[in-house]
């Protein structure tokens, strides 16, 4: 448990909003859920029960099942729900609409004091927060689904939202075993989505056009890139792909891209002063004289992972 457990309401019960709630309650806090469908909220216990055991199976939780069900409490009432939350989790269905009425119903029950995270994935916090009572309060905290399993999320604040919340919430983040990804300004598709949008884009581009299969296309991400990308992201990639790291590879490959992305759009070079902080990051991570060493690590992981992918069906 918590040195101080945590009041958490989740707002919409279905894949996202069931998938947080085992996140919160594996963490050791109580767990109010709330949906508008009664349907979804008699079918909900047996879908978290079974989500538990599935974790449990794979040694992913360190309670029995049963005890963290326990702390998470089904309820008919958006207020009740609320009422109390020192933190809401807001994952209900993709409209704007609906963002829009279910923020103002939140922030009319919620305490004072209270915290209020959305799941949204595509649009900005400022298009349905902005008439909200407390708005400093509200910012954007996107998760990969399914949220229980995939660690990455999304801290998107409003133009509005308290600066002192972002870091305090990225903690929490941490402390209940999530991996924080906090953007310094609002954009379109947040990060995750537009780097997979981009290679979507890019993939659908090479099908159409008859330059591969879609299962050679999946192929080469699953079985090329997916590995690396398992464990480590695109600029730590390239950081180790050349002999001095990642400016090394910019002078090297870079003229390489900027051609490969004029066949895409208009030819932009990859800015100098992105250069420039990209290097200051992974220099400050690893050191030049340590990336041989950085590397080997590399392969360790890509064989472990190789390793496992062969023993699984």
């Known amino acids: 448990m918590p040195e101080k457990a945590k009041k958490i309401a989740i707002i919409g019960a279905g894949l996202v909003g069931a998938g947080w709630a085992i996140v919160f309650a594996r963490a050791g806090h109580r767990v109010k859920i709330y949906d508008a469908s009664e349907t979804l909220r008699q079918g909900l216990r047996q879908h978290l ?5 599935a974790l449990q199976r794979h040694g992913l939780i360190a309670e029995a099942p049963m005890v963290i069900s326990a702390r998470m409490l089904i309820t008919d009432h958006l207020q009740h729900a609320v009422a109390d939350a020192d933190y809401v989790q807001e994952s209900v269905f993709e409209q704007l609409a609906l963002k829009k009425s279910i923020a103002m119903e939140i922030s009319q029950a919620m305490p004072p004091h209270a915290i209020v995270g959305s799941s949204t994935s595509g649009f900005s916090g400022s298009s349905f927060m902005a008439e909200v009572t407390r708005r400093a309060q509200f910012l954007v905290v996107h998760p990969v689904n399914p949220p229980h399993i995939i660690p990455v999320v999304e801290i998107v604040p409003t133009p509005w939202t308290d600066t002192q919340i972002v870091p305090e919430i990225r903690k929490f983040m941490v402390q209940i075993g999530q991996v924080p990804v906090v953007l310094n300004k609002e954009i379109d598709g947040f990060i995750l989505n537009r780097l ?38 695109p600029f730590e990639t390239i950081d180790l792909n050349a002999p001095l790291g990642i400016d ?5 490959l870079g003229g390489m891209y900027q051609r490969l992305a004029s066949l ?18 992974c220099r400050a991570a690893h050191p030049v004289e340590t990336l041989t060493t950085r590397r080997q690590w590399r392969d360790e992981r890509l064989m472990a992972l190789i390793a496992h992918k062969k023993q699984q069906v």
């Open 264 to 281: 895409r759009h208009a030819a932009v070079e990859w800015p100098k002063e992105a250069i420039d902080r990209a290097t200051a990051e």
């Open 49 to 53: 029960d079974e989500a538990l055991a």
């Open 248 to 252: 090394d590879y910019a002078r090297r």
């Open 196 to 233: 997979q949008g981009a290679l979507l884009d890019e993939a659908w581009k090479l099908f159409s056009e008859g330059y591969a299969s879609a299962a050679d296309i999946d192929a080469t991400v699953a079985q090329g890139l997916g590995l690396r990308w398992a464990f480590m992201g």
